[in-house]
Structures are given as C-alpha cells and as structure tokens.
C-alpha cells in the first residue's frame, strides 16, 4: 500500500498532506506502507497512483468542519462533483480519478483530508490550530491507514 502527502509546504497548511506522512514515515509503525512525499506533484501524480493495488491520499480538504478535522473520502464521494474541488492546489483531482477510471487503472483509493486554517500565508509552518493538533491528526491518519490496509480488497 502506498501512502502519498500532497500539498504545498510554503504555504502554511496547505502542506499538511506532506506534513503527516513525512511523521507517519519517521514514526514507522505503520506494517506495509510505502511513504511518499507527493508534494504539487499534478498530473505527474498519475504516475505515483497508477499499477497500484492501495492508495491512500492525504491533502488539505476545503469542508465545511473546524481546522485539524481529517476527513475520510472514497473516490465516488469526489469524482462527479460539480461543486468546489475538494484539493486546493492545481492538481483536479476528480479530474485525475475520472481518467484512471477510463484508463481502468483506478486503484483501491480512499482520500483522507485534512481541514486547514491557513492556506494563504507564505510559511513552512503549520497554522497554530493545527500545529496545536498535528499528533491528534497524525493519530487519526494513522488509525485510518490501518483500517484500510485490514479491510478486504473489492
């Protein structure tokens, strides 16, 4: 199973994708799961994705929940909306999904999002709300990491 962090690190929370999975790498503990720090990877994400058996995404999300939720998507959640792009940053990932999904190379994906404070300032850090509940929200990552890799392939 392959774990990747998206997001753009010099914009405070946007990176919290990176954020969680560089910690859940340094941490280990995690049985079978491969890191990888996707960064503003776009479309090149594709390739990170595709020929996969398991994914599992962690980005920032824009939901309607207090900073630090982390929210847990299937593709189907995401994929056809024609409200608000789930990611905040270029890559469309429903986009991205829907191609895979032609293509018939859509893994075993669940999308686990993080609820951000600050997405506009320019820094390495992350916001005080989610500095403040970064273990909480590694923890949780963690837990739904594990719950997906123990569950059965469709």
Same mark, same amino acid.
């Given at each position: 199973?392959?774990?990747?962090?998206?997001?753009?690190?010099?914009?405070?929370?946007?990176?919290?994708?990176?954020?969680?999975?560089?910690?859940?790498?340094?941490?280990?503990?995690?049985?079978?799961?491969?890191?990888?720090?996707?960064?503003?990877?776009?479309?090149?994400?594709?390739?990170?994705?595709?020929? /996969?058996?398991?994914?599992?995404?962690? #980005?920032?999300?824009?939901?309607?929940?207090?900073?630090?939720?982390?929210?847990?998507?299937?593709? +189907?959640?995401?994929?056809?909306?024609?409200?608000?792009?789930?990611?905040?940053? #270029?890559?469309?990932?429903? +986009?991205?999904?829907?191609?895979?999904?032609?293509?018939?190379?859509?893994? +075993?994906?669940?999308?686990?999002?993080?609820?951000?404070? #600050?997405?506009?300032?320019?820094?390495?850090?992350?916001? /005080?709300?989610?500095?403040?509940?970064?273990?909480?929200?590694?923890?949780?990552?963690?837990?739904?990491?594990?719950?997906?890799?123990?569950?059965?392939?469709?």
């Amino acid at each position: 199973m392959r774990v990747i962090g998206v997001g753009n690190i010099l914009l405070c929370d946007e990176g919290i994708g990176v954020h969680v999975v560089r910690e859940l790498s340094r941490r280990g503990g995690v049985p079978g799961a491969e890191f990888v720090d996707g960064g503003v990877a776009g479309a090149t994400l594709l390739n990170l994705i595709e020929g /996969e058996e398991r994914i599992v995404l962690v #980005d920032a999300v824009d939901a309607p929940f207090p900073p630090g939720t982390v929210v847990r998507l299937l593709p +189907d959640e995401l994929a056809g909306s024609f409200g608000p792009a789930w990611s905040l940053h #270029d890559l469309n990932l429903a +986009d991205a999904l829907g191609m895979m999904r032609l293509r018939e190379t859509l893994p +075993d994906l669940v999308i686990l999002g993080v609820v951000p404070a #600050d997405i506009e300032t320019y820094s390495l850090e992350l916001s /005080e709300p989610l500095a403040a509940r970064f273990g909480e929200i590694v923890e949780k990552v963690r837990s739904e990491i594990a719950a997906f890799a123990a569950s059965p392939l469709p």
